[in-house]
């Protein structure tokens, strides 16, 4: 069955620095999405993407924050300046169409952890 | 704005028998859709069942079935028959209905289910 992919699974940086998470949707996919949930809190959205651009963004996504589908395959999350509250693990989704039916499938997540 | 929220942290469960997860949501959207999520240790949320907003119906799945009461903005998971594998956090999650709506979901903070054998 496929399956969304994320890279790295951990990842840790110094405060001020810059991160790139990686995801590979479902390669027929058409929506992407990222969230993420801080160590005992809920997941939240950040993003939504879809034809090249943002559909929806949470007051979370900053312009600290970036998305890029840089080519066919990858969907990436930039943090451009790392805060310690970035700490959280990251998940990236996707699905084929905007309808009920059609089922959101989540990476395993990429833990980031900010010193 | 929606909010959902599940106010058992942790629940468990013995092995074979029944547990409820409950899920509370607010919304002033009149269609939307209702889902639940589960996230085995060190893996990815997989979906488990998902409900629409205008089916009167409780929708089920194997073991998995829900109690969505609309009045009451609640959508509780019943688990029958518990298995060791059924071991996870489960999401509560909100999805609006709506024209130009771009499929985000919005999450409560998750009941941590163990199955004792």
């Known amino acids: 069955e496929p399956e969304v992919t994320q890279t790295p699974s951990h990842q840790v940086t110094q405060m001020g620095q810059e991160v790139i998470l990686r995801c590979v949707p479902i390669s027929n996919h058409l929506y992407f999405y990222w969230y993420r949930q801080i160590l005992g809190q809920k997941v939240e959205f950040l993003v939504s993407f879809y034809n090249n651009e943002i559909s929806e963004k949470s007051e979370i996504f900053d312009d600290q924050f970036s998305v890029e589908r840089p080519d066919g395959s990858n969907f990436t999350l930039k943090i451009r300046s790392t805060k310690l509250e970035d700490s959280a693990m990251y998940f990236c989704a996707s699905s084929s169409a905007l309808y009920a039916q059609e089922t959101q499938y989540f990476g395993p997540g990429t833990r980031l952890l900010v010193l | 704005a929606q909010t959902v929220t599940q106010s058992q942290p942790e629940m468990s469960v013995q092995e074979a028998e029944t547990v409820t997860l409950s899920c509370t949501y607010d919304t002033s959207e009149s269609d939307y859709y209702l889902f639940w999520y589960k996230q085995p240790p060190s893996r990815q949320m997989i979906l488990v069942i998902r409900?629409?907003?205008?089916?009167?119906q409780n929708a089920t799945e194997n073991r998995f079935s829900v109690n969505f009461q609309k009045a009451a903005k609640s959508f509780s998971l019943k688990i029958s028959d518990s298995q060791l594998g059924d071991a996870a956090m489960y999401f509560c999650a909100y999805r609006s209905a709506l024209t130009g709506n771009t499929g985000k979901l919005i999450f409560g903070q998750g009941t941590t289910l163990q199955v004792k054998p």
């Open positions: 409900q629409e907003a205008y089916k009167q």
